[in-house]
T-cell receptor
Framework: EPEVTQTPSHQVTQMGQEVILRCVPISNHLYFYWYRQILGQKVEFLVSFYNNEISEKSEIFDDQFSVERPDGSNFTLKIRSTKLEDSAMYFC??????????FGSGTQLSVL | AQKVTQAQTEISVVEKEDVTLDCVYETRDTTYYLFWYKQPPSGELVFLIRRNSFDEQNEISGRYSWNFQKSTSSFNFTITASQVVDSAVYFCALSIPTGANSKLTFGKGITLSVRP
């Protein structure tokens, strides 16, 4: 089965630093998403991306966050100035039209 | 707005017992999808099932079965003859198919522990 690939699997950073989480969605998919899961809590929607622009974002996705699909294959989530509360598992997901959502295995971000 | 409620937070059973995980959803839309995902200790989200709102037929896949009842807005998941490998967090989720904005709204998850 095709896979969504996320790198790195773990990322440790200092508060205030910028981080970029990387994802390679499934090649023929058109819709891309980032979700977040704080330890022990539910999975929360951050942002959806289609046709090279954000189609929806949650209230969590403030000005510190940005997404980009720089080269037609990668899909990145950037956090400009990380805060302690950004520590979470970040999941990338993608789907084709009317298809199920495929999730990557996640990047565990730890902000110290 | 959509909402998914998983009232059970933790369930512990002994291997070979049957266990049902409850899910209740809220939406004003008539067209929607319901999902179950499994999150094992390794952390990834494993897709189990997607059901659309027009298909109330129950589904069975091996030891797994799902009971979708629109009258009670429930989409319950039963594991028959549970095994230790079933130990995980199980999430129910809902999406409204609105093109690019078909985000998933997740419940809080149920931690299932299956003891040998």
């Amino acid at each position: 089965e095709p896979e969504v690939t996320q790198t790195p699997s773990h990322q440790v950073t200092q508060m205030g630093q910028e981080v970029i989480l990387r994802c390679v969605p499934i090649s023929n998919h058109l819709y891309f998403y980032w979700y977040r899961q704080i330890l022990g809590q539910k999975v929360e929607f951050l942002v959806s991306f289609y046709n090279n622009e954000i189609s929806e974002k949650s209230e969590i996705f403030d000005d510190q966050f940005s997404v980009e699909r720089p080269d037609g294959s990668n899909f990145t989530l950037k956090i400009r100035s990380t805060k302690l509360e950004d520590s979470a598992m970040y999941f990338c997901a993608s789907r084709a039209v009317n298809e199920k959502l495929f999730f990557g295995s996640g990047t565990q971000l730890s902000v110290l | 707005a959509q909402k998914v409620t998983q009232a059970q937070t933790e369930i512990s059973v002994v291997e070979k017992e049957d266990v049902t995980l409850d899910c209740v959803y809220e939406t004003r839309d008539t067209t929607y999808y319901l999902f179950w995902y499994k999150q094992p200790p390794s952390g990834e989200l494993v897709f189990l099932i997607r059901r659309n709102s027009f298909d109330e037929q129950n589904e069975i896949s091996g030891r797994y079965s799902w009971n979708f009842q629109k009258s009670t807005s429930s989409f319950n998941f039963t594991i028959t003859a549970s095994q230790v490998v079933d130990s995980a967090v199980y999430f129910c989720a809902l999406s409204i198919p609105t093109g690019a904005n078909s985000k998933l709204t997740f419940g809080k998850g149920i931690t299932l522990s299956v003891r040998p």
